[in-house]
């Protein structure tokens, strides 16, 4: 059989469809490539061997009773573990959810079974979404296939480490301040975030709720575009959902650019960027301009304050959101204060002299304590700090302030080009444990991706380049809201002209 590695989910769906080879067969050899190659990344958590065999079968039937299939027919897609999926764990790579089994599947997941798409297993990633490098799962780190000693990006780096390995096709992100850019980057592959509202949010675990956005990632653009059609629109469980109506991606991926308004800002192509990536950024833009786009310089300037903005309002978010876990109804329990119940019903020795509400505190604490990680109970403590009384306007109404202006800079920037280009990281994949020690270092490497889900635009990341030590580069492309046709297309045009 023709290596995963090589194909694409444009070309895979049509060849299961028409025969020449089967879901089954396609399903198997998945299973096999994670079997051989993800002992060394870890970029899967869960998978159902099983279930996946089976509901490739359900493809093939239908195949040959002459029933009409959907779009992704047989093909395999890896699906971030923050995203909910009915009888398959789901723990947003946390303790204190092990164990978690969703009753329902995520609209999104929905979506992908109406289309007929394989589920392979669910990626790992940075608990929560909190972290920029994969090494604040609670499941052990996720690496990058092409560098075992690197960092696949955070916090979808197994969905991006998954693709880079072939042991998928496909994968959902979830995207809160870079999460599915960044990883991308990372990996060589391709990531976008869609504008806030496109995809739904029904089944995610919520971590900054107004900033969580799912999102497709991919191999090439047109696989990313594809995905995005499946995924993409208006759905009643999600009042966060927009009604925007959803166009055919692919219907204008292939015009050209010529004419495009692209600009270029100022700020992220300042001090910090490292030197190789502004030299393969700038020759992408150069190469744009080849192909007709029109290039000229805008401002966003208050993009100095988005990391300290976003770490205000996000771990605000997350505080409120991550208060539901107390071990009480699911996932990881405590055993401090007779967690089980009070008395002869299972309480610690000598809780029968303790009141009710103190064995009920120790539970929580030891639950939040032994099921969190350090990252997670780092973020929970600032969001709670900015939040308190006496600090809420110093800190995060100040923070809400300039998320406006950023927004502002964005709607001023999109009255003058129709797309910015920009680097997607300050750096290339740095090494395990280069920066876990460092969370402020860590913050800063999210610095040209926040600014995107600050203001709630929508932006792609792709590869255009390597570093000196042949780690990818990766290119940011930001459109305005709902914008993702513009920007797939401008993302095709160069990926065509580059064969990168």
Same mark, same amino acid.
């Given at each position: 059989?023709?290596?995963?590695?090589?194909?694409?989910?444009?070309?895979?769906?049509?060849?299961?469809?028409?025969?020449?080879?089967?879901?089954?067969?396609?399903?198997?050899?998945?299973?096999?490539?994670?079997?051989?190659?993800?002992?060394?990344?870890?970029?899967?958590?869960?998978?159902?061997?099983?279930?996946?065999?089976?509901?490739?079968?359900?493809?093939?039937?239908?195949?040959?009773?002459?029933?009409?299939?959907?779009?992704?027919?047989?093909?395999?897609?890896?699906?971030?573990?923050?995203?909910?999926?009915?009888?398959?764990?789901?723990?947003?790579?946390?303790?204190?959810?092990?164990?978690?089994?969703?009753?329902?599947?995520?609209?999104?997941?929905?979506?992908?079974?109406?289309?007929?798409?394989?589920?392979?297993?669910?990626?790992?990633?940075?608990?929560?979404?909190?972290?920029?490098?994969?090494?604040?799962?609670?499941?052990?780190?996720?690496?990058?296939?092409?560098?075992?000693?690197?960092?696949?990006?955070?916090?979808?780096?197994?969905?991006?480490?998954?693709?880079?390995?072939?042991?998928?096709?496909?994968?959902?992100?979830?995207?809160?301040?870079?999460?599915?850019?960044?990883?991308?980057?990372? /990996?060589?592959?391709?990531?976008?975030?869609?504008?806030?509202?496109?995809?739904?949010?029904?089944?995610?675990?919520?971590?900054?709720?107004?900033?969580?956005?799912?999102?497709?990632?991919?191999?090439?653009?047109?696989? /990313?575009?594809?995905?995005?059609?499946?995924?993409?629109?208006?759905?009643?469980?999600?009042?966060?959902?927009?009604?925007?109506?959803?166009?055919?991606?692919?219907?204008?991926?292939?015009?050209?650019?010529?004419?495009?308004?692209?600009?270029?800002?100022?700020?992220?192509?300042?001090?910090?960027?490292?030197?190789?990536?502004?030299?393969?950024?700038?020759?992408?833009?150069?190469?744009?301009?080849?192909?007709?786009?029109?290039?000229?310089?805008?401002?966003?300037?208050?993009?100095?304050?988005?990391?300290?903005?976003?770490?205000?309002?996000?771990?605000?978010?997350?505080?409120?959101?991550?208060?539901?876990?107390?071990?009480?109804?699911?996932?990881?329990?405590?055993?401090?204060?007779?967690?089980?119940?009070?008395?002869?019903?299972?309480?610690?020795?000598?809780?029968?002299?303790?009141?009710?509400?103190?064995?009920?505190?120790?539970?929580?604490?030891?639950?939040?304590?032994?099921?969190?990680?350090?990252?997670?109970?780092?973020?929970?403590?600032?969001?709670?700090?900015?939040?308190?009384?006496?600090?809420?306007?110093?800190?995060?109404?100040?923070?809400?302030?300039?998320?406006?202006?950023?927004?502002?800079?964005?709607?001023?920037?999109?009255?003058?080009?129709?797309?910015?280009?920009?680097?997607?990281?300050?750096?290339?994949?740095?090494?395990?444990?280069?920066?876990?020690?460092?969370?402020?270092?860590?913050?800063?490497?999210?610095?040209?991706?926040?600014?995107?889900?600050?203001?709630?635009?929508?932006?792609?990341?792709?590869?255009?380049?390597?570093?000196?030590?042949?780690?990818?580069?990766?290119?940011?492309?930001?459109?305005?809201?709902?914008?993702?046709?513009?920007?797939?297309?401008?993302?095709?045009?160069?990926?065509?002209?580059?064969?990168?």
């Amino acid at each position: 059989m023709e290596s995963l590695n090589e194909m694409t989910a444009y070309e895979l769906a049509p060849r299961i469809k028409s025969g020449e080879m089967t879901a089954e067969e396609v399903a198997r050899e998945v299973l096999r490539l994670i079997d051989e190659k993800d002992p060394a990344i870890n970029a899967y958590l869960a998978v159902d061997r099983e279930s996946v065999v089976e509901d490739a079968r359900k493809v093939d039937r239908k195949i040959a009773a002459g029933e009409a299939t959907g779009p992704l027919a047989g093909v395999p897609i890896a699906i971030k573990d923050a995203i909910c999926t009915k009888g398959l764990e789901t723990t947003c790579a946390s303790r204190i959810l092990e164990g978690f089994v969703p009753p329902y599947d995520a609209t999104v997941i929905a979506r992908l079974r109406a289309a007929d798409a394989v589920i392979v297993g669910k990626t790992n990633m940075d608990q929560f979404g909190m972290g920029s490098s994969n090494e604040n799962s609670g499941f052990d780190i996720c690496r990058n296939p092409l560098d075992t000693s690197r960092v696949p990006g955070g916090s979808s780096g197994g969905s991006a480490a998954a693709l880079a390995a072939g042991t998928a096709v496909l994968a959902l992100g979830e995207d809160t301040g870079g999460s599915i850019r960044q990883p991308a980057a990372f /990996c060589g592959v391709v990531g976008l975030k869609p504008t806030y509202g496109r995809v739904s949010r029904f089944g995610i675990i919520a971590y900054g709720s107004s900033f969580d956005q799912v999102g497709p990632m991919a191999r090439n653009v047109e696989d /990313c575009a594809r995905l995005l059609g499946v995924i993409a629109g208006h759905d009643p469980m999600d009042t966060t959902s927009a009604s925007e109506a959803v166009p055919d991606y692919t219907a204008t991926l292939k015009q050209d650019i010529a004419g495009l308004r692209i600009g270029v800002p100022d700020e992220y192509m300042a001090e910090g960027l490292d030197a190789s990536v502004k030299e393969s950024v700038s020759r992408a833009i150069e190469r744009m301009e080849s192909l007709g786009a029109r290039v000229e310089s805008v401002r966003l300037p208050h993009t100095e304050y988005a990391v300290a903005a976003y770490y205000i309002l996000v771990t605000a978010e997350a505080s409120s959101n991550l208060a539901r876990y107390d071990g009480v109804k699911y996932g990881y329990r405590g055993e401090d204060g007779g967690a089980s119940g009070a008395g002869e019903e299972g309480g610690a020795p000598g809780s029968q002299s303790r009141a009710p509400d103190d064995r009920l505190d120790d539970m929580y604490g030891s639950t939040r304590s032994g099921g969190f990680g350090l990252e997670v109970k780092r973020r929970i403590m600032l969001g709670t700090y900015v939040l308190s009384a006496g600090y809420y306007d110093a800190y995060y109404d100040k923070a809400q302030r300039v998320r406006t202006l950023i927004k502002g800079d964005f709607d001023q920037a999109f009255e003058k080009v129709d797309l910015i280009v920009a680097p997607t990281t300050p750096t290339t994949a740095f090494r395990v444990g280069e920066k876990i020690g460092d969370p402020l270092q860590m913050y800063l490497s999210d610095i040209y991706t926040v600014p995107i889900n600050l203001a709630g635009v929508s932006a792609i990341s792709l590869p255009c380049g390597k570093d000196p030590d042949g780690m990818p580069i990766g290119l940011q492309i930001i459109g305005p809201h709902f914008g993702e046709e513009r920007i797939l297309r401008a993302a095709f045009a160069f990926e065509e002209a580059t064969g990168s």
